[in-house]
């Protein structure tokens, strides 16, 4: 388990490749729910990107790691 979780926190991103039949609503739910879930998985160094193209019909989520500082004006 310790494995797993040394694992998790180093995985960057995630890419899907959705089909063209993809239009049941329960599919996309289940989209969310794994975005939702990686989001919480997130420590909170790092922000959640994620891009979506209709034309090609792929999702990306990425980690990005936040800035260090913060300017101030």
């Known amino acids: 388990m310790k494995k797993f979780k040394k694992l998790?926190?180093?995985i960057q991103g995630l890419s899907f490749k959705l089909d063209k039949n993809t239009t049941k609503l329960s599919d996309l739910d289940?989209?969310?729910?794994?975005?939702?879930?990686?989001?919480?998985?997130t420590d909170?160094?790092?922000?959640?990107?994620?891009?979506?193209?209709?034309?090609?019909?792929?999702v990306e989520v990425k980690r990005i790691r936040k800035p260090?500082?913060?300017l101030v004006k």
Request: hydrophobic fraction near 30%.
């Open 30 to 41: 289940e989209l969310d729910s794994v975005i939702e879930n990686f989001k919480k998985q």
């Open 68 to 70: 260090y500082l913060k």
């Open 8 to 10: 998790k926190n180093k």
């Open 44 to 58: 909170s160094k790092y922000k959640v990107d994620v891009d979506i193209d209709i034309l090609e019909g792929s």
